[in-house]
């Protein structure tokens, strides 16, 4: 059983910067491909970008692209997210999720998530 457990959100200006991070509790962290999801008021959680247990491959959503990054490091079984040029339309709950398969976009891939981190972005 994988626990993971968000920090990093809050409350940001447009434009601004946030870095969310994800610690594991696996000890097998690296074995993992891992994501980050949102979920906004109303609408149904996305993909946000994902890395594969390596490291070595990494996916965005196209709404993210060239502003967020994700990435990982295995020895401190940590995944995080830096958030740049923030939007109001990114504001959401953040979750972070590992899969023991594939690197994959697809929400249902996805056996363990996190409680969640809020992200609010004001205009």
């Known amino acids: 059983q994988v626990q993971l457990v968000e920090s990093g959100g809050g409350l940001v200006q447009a434009g601004g910067s946030l870095r969310l991070s994800c610690a594991a509790s696996?000890?097998?962290?690296?074995?993992?491909?891992m994501a980050w999801f949102r979920q906004a008021p109303g609408k149904e959680r996305e993909f946000v970008a994902a890395?594969?247990?390596?490291?070595?491959?990494?996916y965005y959503a196209d709404s993210v692209k060239g502003r967020f990054t994700i990435s990982r490091d295995n020895a401190k079984k940590m995944v995080t997210l830096q958030m740049n040029s923030l939007k109001p339309e990114d504001t959401a709950v953040y979750y972070c999720?590992?899969?023991?398969?594939?690197?994959?976009?697809?929400?249902?891939?996805?056996?363990?998530w996190g409680q969640g981190t809020q992200v609010t972005v004001s205009s």
């Open positions: 999720a590992a899969s023991l398969g594939r690197t994959s976009s697809r929400l249902y891939d996805y056996n363990y």
């Open positions: 696996e000890r097998t962290f690296s074995n993992y491909a």
């Open positions: 890395i594969s247990w390596s490291g070595g491959s990494k």
